[in-house]
């Protein structure tokens, strides 16, 4: 079985040596970067399956790292910082995170959310789903195909078109959907999964304003409409 690869950055030598001691005993294969550019670097020269990004980097902002890999990868995301404020979470969820955790923080807390990760985005069964001859959801390859183009998503994204298009017509609450795609989370912010379905709309949607698949179901929540 080939071993998961995860990228740790973190411009502060300690903690990558404690993380990468954590994930190492859990089986997983590190690589490390101290700063953005080298981060960059390191994901585009090697088969990195997850990230875990510190974002005060002595370069440039672990922001603007996750924006540039977001430019050409969906790999899964995890922002390590000091920041706790909403507005940084929130930030962070916008631009393509999928979890989130603050210094300080327990080793054994991180590698639970790594391995939480892990197994949400394992590929489930063999399925496809169509509607209107334009959006097709393939959940044995894990692809979501508009118009012929296939669509990048990140994890979360995928987990919550997944939740909602199995499931058309019913309503999830915003804590539903969180729940779903994070599990236990210090962090609950609802304006988190707002960000999600924004990125959403904008990707499989004609008109991310006007959307025609996911609803907005006013003081409840959100649906999926396959007509």
Do not use: W
Request: aromatic share 8%; proline share 4%; net charge negative.
């Amino acid at each position: 079985m080939v071993r998961k690869k995860i990228l740790v950055v973190d411009d502060e030598v300690k903690i990558v040596e404690v993380i990468s001691a954590y994930l190492k005993n859990e089986g997983y294969e590190v690589v490390f970067a101290t700063n953005g550019r080298e981060a960059i670097d390191k994901y585009k020269s090697n088969d990195i399956d997850l990230i875990i990004l510190d974002l005060m980097l002595p370069d440039i902002s672990g922001e603007d790292v996750c924006k540039e890999i977001r430019e050409i990868s969906d790999v899964p995301i995890i922002m390590l910082t000091a920041k706790t404020g909403e507005d940084s979470v929130l930030n962070g969820y916008s631009l393509g995170s999928d979890d989130y955790i603050t210094k300080p923080f327990s080793p054994r807390q991180l590698v639970a959310k790594v391995n939480a990760l892990f197994k949400r985005i394992t590929k489930p069964e063999s399925t496809k789903m169509y509607f209107n001859d334009e959006l097709i959801i393939d959940i044995k390859s894990s692809e979501v195909i508009k118009n012929n183009e296939i669509v990048s998503l990140t994890p979360s994204e995928y987990k919550i078109l997944i939740m909602l298009a199995k499931n058309p017509q019913q309503v999830f609450t915003r804590e539903e959907l969180l729940d779903y795609i994070t599990g236990e989370n210090d962090y609950v912010y609802d304006r988190i999964i707002d960000t999600h379905i924004k990125n959403l709309r904008f990707k499989i949607e004609d008109d991310s304003k006007n959307p025609r698949y996911i609803k907005t179901v006013r003081s409840l929540g959100y649906k999926f409409d396959e007509n």
